[in-house]
């Protein structure tokens, strides 16, 4: 908590059971009370884990749809909806939580349009990023997720994004 305080992109990971969902709720208070309820963005990797932290599923926020087109194309799909560009407008900090199942390609997409909506040059646009899951449990998901996909900290946003690893590891 006090390193989102602070303004650092963080991991938070964990094994099954050791408060990750727990310590997520006190990240997200802590960040709407110091950015604004509407400027934090509460997402998920699927719709069932979504609606576990009250949020919506990360392709919802970022208005990709499904996230197939490359990533100048999702930026002009987001452009031509005046309530996801202005979505994005505002956004302060954006959560990402059961993250093991994004692929590093839908990361990378993601991250692209968050530099072309805030501010380029800056991982996800200067948004302030928390990220939570657990990659030794759920893989990426989505079309040929059978095998080959690559997880979202291989990507080459994760890099640049992600200042700080916090692992929970006792079980509670």
């Known amino acids: 908590v006090d390193a989102v305080k602070a303004g650092h992109n963080i991991f938070l990971t964990g094994s099954a059971g050791t408060g990750k969902s727990y310590v997520l709720k006190h990240l997200i208070a802590a960040l709407k009370r110091r950015h604004g309820n509407k400027a934090v963005h509460v997402t998920a990797s699927t719709g069932a884990a979504a609606v576990l932290i009250g949020g919506t599923t990360l392709h919802a926020f970022a208005g990709i749809g499904l996230g ?11 452009y031509a909806n005046k309530l996801t560009s202005h979505r994005w407008q505002r956004a302060r900090a954006l959560i990402i939580d059961e993250v093991s199942m994004i692929d590093s390609d839908l990361f990378d ?23 939570c899951g657990d990659f030794f449990q759920l893989p990426p998901v989505g079309p040929g997720s059978t095998g080959g996909k ?8 994760w890099t640049a994004a992600v200042d700080q690893t916090i692992e929970l590891k006792r079980v509670m």
């Not at 997409?109 to 990220?131: C, E």
């Not at 690559?150 to 946003?157: I, K, L, P, T, V």
């Open 68 to 78: 197939k087109e490359d990533a100048a194309t999702l930026v002009k799909k987001v």
């Open 109 to 131: 997409k993601v991250d692209y349009v968050a530099r072309q909506l805030k501010t380029p040059g800056r991982p996800f646009g200067g948004l302030q990023l928390v990220v």
């Open 150 to 157: 690559r997880f979202a900290f291989q990507s080459m946003a």
